[in-house]
């Protein structure tokens, strides 16, 4: 397939399943380098390029759902959108392909921000949509709500089970709930991974206030009874915030919300996430091929896409 246009949303039927994307990407001639961003799927980061010019070739991996009766939640279609001005799409080449996929049970907190249109640091997204970017071709990344996800959970898929936002106990039935999620993975022949919260943007006098250090210890505990993995992005989320103050932790969040990240604050967790990957699933049985998926370029600071989140 291939377009000569200014490319802002590409969309392509192709059934639910796992599909290879291959991009080459243009500038015109007379247009001043500007930011791009390039999504696939429903907002998740493929590519980010400071200052493009020339051309380039980006390529990923990308989930298809099944179709779903919920018309707010497109399926059997992959998506393709680009925020970049003066720039086309010259040709765009789709395979399937059979890689397993690494699911994300979680509430809207966890959701790409909705659309690209004037995507920048600012912007609201979730960590989620940035962790493709840190993760190797040989896995696609999907987000999912509980009932949907099960339905859609293949033998040898990956789930990251994060924490829910919501007002429900750490205790009683908040981690029943939670080790059964990790129970019915297991059921499907799929392999459980637990995430600790987010730090919040929550402070009283200048000092950080933890408001999710009870969650974060059940969900450590039921990680450690069932034998789960458990990505720490609270404890390593909360030592950033501590050390580095209130100024400079603000730009990770949205003013009105102090627990929605910014595409700042989304990049940030979603490095977190990767690196834990990396540190916790290369000593996991089931699990090295999950460690070994990270890219490890994409963790340091040398790395294009670092500056647009700095």
């Not at 599909?19 to 980010?48: I, S």
């Not at 967790?269 to 834990?276: D, G, L, V």
Request: net charge negative; aromatic share 8%.
């Amino acid at each position: 397939m291939s377009a000569g246009r200014h490319a802002s949303l590409l969309k392509i039927d192709t059934g639910a399943g796992n599909f290879n994307v291959r991009l080459t990407l243009n500038a015109r001639h007379e247009a001043t380098p500007a930011d791009a961003w390039v999504f696939f799927g429903h907002g998740f980061l493929a590519a980010a390029i400071p200052d493009f010019k020339g051309s380039c070739e980006i390529s990923g991996t990308v989930h298809v759902e099944k179709e779903s009766a919920d018309p707010d939640n497109a399926s059997d279609s992959l998506f393709v959108e680009i925020s970049a001005p003066s720039l086309f799409l010259s040709d765009c080449r789709i395979a399937e392909t059979d890689v397993p996929t690494i699911h994300v049970a979680g509430n809207p907190s966890y959701v790409p921000g909705a659309g690209t249109e004037s995507f920048g640091a600012s912007s609201r997204a979730g960590w989620v949509q940035f962790l493709p970017y840190f993760l190797s071709h040989k896995f696609s990344v999907a987000h999912q709500r509980a009932d949907v996800l099960f339905s859609d959970l293949n033998p040898g898929d990956y789930v990251l089970l994060p924490f829910v936002d919501d007002d429900e106990s750490a205790e009683g039935s908040y981690r029943e709930r939670l080790t059964r999620c990790v129970e019915e993975v297991r059921n499907r022949q799929a392999l459980p991974v637990l995430v600790t919260p987010l730090a919040e943007n929550t402070w009283e006098d200048g000092r950080y206030r933890d408001t999710r250090k009870a969650h974060a210890a059940t969900i450590t505990a039921v990680g450690e009874r069932s034998r789960v993995p458990v990505l720490d992005l609270h404890a390593r989320s909360t030592a950033r915030h501590e050390q580095e103050g209130q100024d400079a932790c603000a730009p990770l969040y949205l003013a009105e919300d102090p627990a929605q990240t910014t595409a700042r604050g989304a990049w940030f967790a979603s490095r977190i996430i990767a690196s834990e990957l990396r540190r916790v699933c290369g000593w996991e049985e089931g699990y090295q091929a999950l460690a070994e998926a990270v890219e490890k370029t994409a963790l340091t600071d040398s790395d294009p896409a670092a500056a647009l989140f700095s």
